[in-house]
């Protein structure tokens, strides 16, 4: 069975520098998606950057960025020029393109952002 | 505005009772999810189903009962089975292969 790990339970970063969370998973697949989900307070889960894992090519959504490293099981989120905004928490996710419909998370990093 | 609709928001329980949460999508989404979270657990996947009339069981779905008689509706029913059922629930829906999304969560309380 799939699993995914976020072991950093809390982050904390300062307005306008740059934070990097962990995750890892583990699968026997070699083909599957990987996904970056935020939560603020608000409790609303709202996807941030995904990963197709047959692209080489780390994805980017304007200060949001991600390290995939395939042969590791490592997928990490790198906020830039972070913002008040940002905090919340983030959920590492997996899906399987072989069980298409079994999306798992992790048990989320609490990111807070200081001025 | 198509989107997911979860209701209610705040939703109290009996102890022995059963209770259902609705979720409502109009996104022509063909998958839908329900999600338990609790504190520093994630979210933690109960039932889910890919199309009308056909649902699997999830991680933890000892205690709940879902239906899928249209695409558009996936309810949730807690049970008196299930004996902690004080919890954040989450309904999400997907169509094909593209990313979930989610609604706003219903947060249940045994009383």
């Known amino acids: 069975a799939q699993t995914v790990t976020q072991s950093q339970p809390e982050m904390s970063v300062q307005e306008a520098e740059t934070v990097t969370l962990s995750c890892t998973y583990d699968t026997s697949e070699s083909d599957y998606y990987l996904f970056w989900y935020k939560q603020p307070p608000s409790r609303q889960m709202i996807l941030v950057i995904r990963?197709?894992?047959?692209?080489?090519q780390n994805a980017t959504e304007n200060r949001f960025s991600v390290n995939f490293q395939k042969a590791a099981k490592s997928f990490s989120l790198k906020i830039s020029d972070s913002q008040l905004g940002d905090a919340a928490m983030y959920f590492c996710?997996?899906?399987?393109?072989?069980?298409?419909?079994?999306?798992?998370f992790g048990t989320g990093t609490r990111l807070q952002v200081f001025p | 505005d198509g989107g997911i609709t979860q209701s209610p928001k705040y939703l109290f329980r009996k102890e022995g009772q059963n209770v259902t949460l609705s979720c409502e999508q109009n996104?022509?989404?063909?998958?839908m999810y329900w999600y338990r979270q609790d504190p520093g657990q994630g979210l933690r996947l109960i039932y889910y189903s890919q199309i009308v009339n056909d649902f699997q069981k999830g991680d933890i779905a000892e205690g709940y009962s879902v239906s899928r008689e249209k695409k558009e509706s996936f309810p949730l029913t807690v049970t008196s089975a299930q004996k902690n059922p004080t919890a954040f629930y989450l309904c999400?829906?997907?169509?094909?292969?593209?990313?979930?999304?989610f609604g706003q969560g219903t947060r249940l309380t045994v009383v």
């Open positions: 996104l022509n989404h063909d998958a």
């Open positions: 996710a997996y899906r399987s393109k072989e069980n298409t419909d079994k999306l798992i």
């Open positions: 990963q197709e894992a047959y692209k080489q």
């Open positions: 999400a829906s997907r169509f094909s292969n593209t990313e979930a999304f």
